[in-house]
């Protein structure tokens, strides 16, 4: 019964800036871990970025110094706050959470719907 759901995604122009949510619903005991994927079709599924529970965070190379992973534990929610947005960030964005719930014998990955970035002139 866990589900994540996204929002932010829109088009923005190059140097322009988005930021991503993405809120967790149902019976969470405890999450391990918070990350940002995308994909483009035809390509394969990047992770972005990620943050785990110690509060660590890492980046894929591209967006280092732009983007900005960060959670919200009380409300269950993971953001991407995006900046200097680039035509090649172009994606669809996709969060991700490791979590333990009712009935989970172990934590699982649940994915968000995923929600559409277009960065284009």
């Known amino acids: 019964q866990v589900q994540l759901v996204e929002s932010g995604g829109g088009l923005v122009q190059p140097g322009g800036s988005l930021r991503l949510s993405c809120a967790a619903s149902?019976?969470?005991?405890?999450?391990?871990?918070m990350g940002w994927y995308r994909q483009t079709p035809g390509r394969e599924r990047e992770l972005v970025a990620v943050i785990i529970s110690g509060g660590r965070t890492n980046y894929v190379d591209s967006v280092k110094g732009r983007f900005t992973i960060s959670r919200d534990n009380a409300k269950n929610t993971v953001y991407l706050q995006m900046n200097s947005l680039k035509p090649e960030d172009t994606a669809v964005y996709y969060c991700?959470?490791?979590?333990?719930?009712?009935?989970?014998?172990?934590?699982?990955?649940?994915w968000g719907q995923g929600t559409l970035v277009t960065v284009s002139s």
């Open positions: 991700q959470m490791n979590v333990l719930s009712d009935h989970y014998i172990s934590p699982l990955d649940i």
């Open positions: 149902g019976t969470i005991f405890s999450i391990n871990a």
